[in-house]
């Protein structure tokens, strides 16, 4: 059989969303695909707890951009519909209660938007906000069709043209609050309309303004949920992957991914178990830097990824209650009132501030097969500060529960003073008493926020926390959503879909910001097969585009692409998406004139050059 007819095969280390998606997506091109994944489960972080009746998310419980989700699934040649995943829209989309007993509706209603902004601001506060959606809309459909669905392999993709006319548009060099500030007046909308950089992983003042685009998919699109719980949406991909051939192996860890003896191409992988696998192409879906300090041989490249940025952690807790609690809708954010410095804690200290922001996700409200009868389940996600270098707990297990205890609270509140707002990490971070700090806190604030005493009513608890985020999928530094999103940190800073090999100025300055770019400078010079390891690509949160579900799915897609191209395969799905208009009705006829100032401004401009273009054509006609 030659080397074309032989059918290529794939193999792909997790199945996280971007592993069971490039699974799928290279099983319908026709490789063989054999996915390995070291837990019992698929999904990753997007996976589910079952205890005791009740279904917790353990990750991921709002489905935003609902775009990449469809587009997943018809490029697949099915539908989300059509795998049996029902999407639910929660309305509102959150309940954000502030300190001082307010609260406010986020929703997609235009009226009640409308009610919720003039409250604040007053009449002219909402025009402010219709121009916070067209400038966030912008961040959202530039992101899209420019970022995520466009691959970033050097320093010359970001010189693309489509791209870099767009740049400034896209306001990556100022923070989300900058923007957010420039249309809102009041401190209270200001934190209604930046909290969600937190699902970056970001503080909204470090976080780029770009990211307002998460803002504007809840507001106009809304927040969706697939009845079953988060998985259903991994699980119909799973389902639909095997249809097309693949493979999955689970509780199947894999040891190291095996290279060449010039280490310059992957020939397949090596399992704990001691068994040797080879494959035409290995995509890596576990922790991108776990893989390139653990699965790989170690580099300065390797070191320097562990010394980047990270994303926060999280600790949170899954709580079966023995009643419902109407007080809370299906998602409510409890916002901090030292707002900011609660963010200086998290990111720039890494600790847990004593009164932290935290968000609450009710499933049973929207999806009663959660909980049993009768009652609620509830799951709390309060962000804290990563791992640090030097942090390990070796009395803490899988479950995030410790053998250590605090004795009482005064003793948490000894340990943060009222002048640093957080407990300070201590050689190994005190992560039993962190905990403790954050169940105590999140109890009370409910109360005296809602009325709602929740501490009595909890039958179940599950905590997680960084350690066991790092311990169960081998998040580096326990950072639940990978590396930070800074400027230095995407497009082309971001590691690439194609793994790189180590290069000759790797660690020469640092493992900051000038090493990173000294990293890109070097392989933009760099010939393609001295940069990268071929046959290797790397897909999930740390690898561009980013983190986030829909943003893996559409690392999914180009990693996909990127294999099939390098092989010289069709791409089963371009041009799917291409529609023919077919009625008159439906034609684009845009008006030529739009009545802008920008047109009225020529009109102007061209009547004033008039008697100066007539002195000049007279000049000319008499010489």
Known sequence: ???????????????????????????????????????????????????????????????????????????????????????????????????????????????????????????????????????????????VDEVLLKNFTSLFSMLRWSFLQHLLALHPFESIWTRASKYFWTERLRRVFTFGSMYMGMSPFDAPGTYSLLQYTELAEGIWYPVGGFHRVVEALVEVGKRLGVTYRLSTAVSKIVLSS??????????????????????????????????????????????????????????????????????????????????????????????????????SRVDASAAPEGRDTIVILVPVGHLLPSSSNTDQNINGSSNASVSNYEDLQKAA???????????????????????????????????????PLITTEVTNDPNSWKARFNLDRGAILGLSHSFFNVLCFRPSTKARRPGTLDGAVGGGTFGTITQVLEDAVGGHERRHVQRLYMVGASAHPGTGVPICLAGGRLVAEQVLEDYDVEIPWRGSDVRTVKQHLDRIDKPVWLDSWQQWLLVVVGIALLPWLYVLWSAKAHV
């Open 1 to 143: 059989m030659t080397e074309k007819a032989r059918q290529k095969t794939a193999i792909v280390i997790g199945a996280g969303v971007g592993g069971v998606s490039t699974a799928a997506r290279l099983a319908k091109a026709g490789f063989k695909v054999t996915v390995l994944e070291k837990n019992e489960f698929t999904g990753g972080r997007c996976s589910l707890i079952h205890r005791d009746g009740y279904r917790f998310d353990q990750g991921p419980s709002l489905l935003l951009l609902p775009r990449l989700f469809h587009q997943t699934f018809e490029e697949l040649g099915t539908s989300i519909e059509e795998e049996g995943v029902e999407l639910r829209k929660c309305e509102p989309n959150y309940n954000i209660w502030f300190g001082d007993g307010e609260r406010f509706r986020l929703s997609t209603d235009l009226a009640t938007m409308k009610a919720e902004v003039e409250k604040w601001e007053g009449k002219d506060g909402y025009s402010r906000y219709l121009a916070f959606l067209q400038e966030s809309h912008r961040h959202y459909e530039l992101s």
């Open 417 to 455: 003073p009222t002048q640093q707002p957080g407990l300070k990490p201590s050689e190994h971070q005190d992560w039993p008493a962190m905990i403790a700090l954050a169940r105590k806190t999140i109890l009370s604030t409910i109360k005296s926020r809602t009325g709602a005493d929740i501490g």
């Open 262 to 363: 010039d280490g310059s191409t992957a020939t397949g992988v090596e399992l704990e178990s001691g068994e040797s696998l080879e494959a035409d192409v290995v995509i890596n879906n576990s922790d991108l830097v776990y893989a390139y300090t653990t699965l790989l041989p170690s580099s300065p490249y390797a070191e320097s990824l562990s010394q980047r940025p990270a994303s926060c952690s999280s600790i949170s807790f899954y709580w079966g209650l023995t009643q419902k609690v109407p007080q809370l809708e299906a998602h409510n954010i409890f916002l901090a009132d030292d707002y900011k410095e609660s963010f200086d804690s998290i990111f720039k200290k890494h600790l847990i501030p004593s009164q932290p922001s935290f968000y609450v996700n009710v499933p």
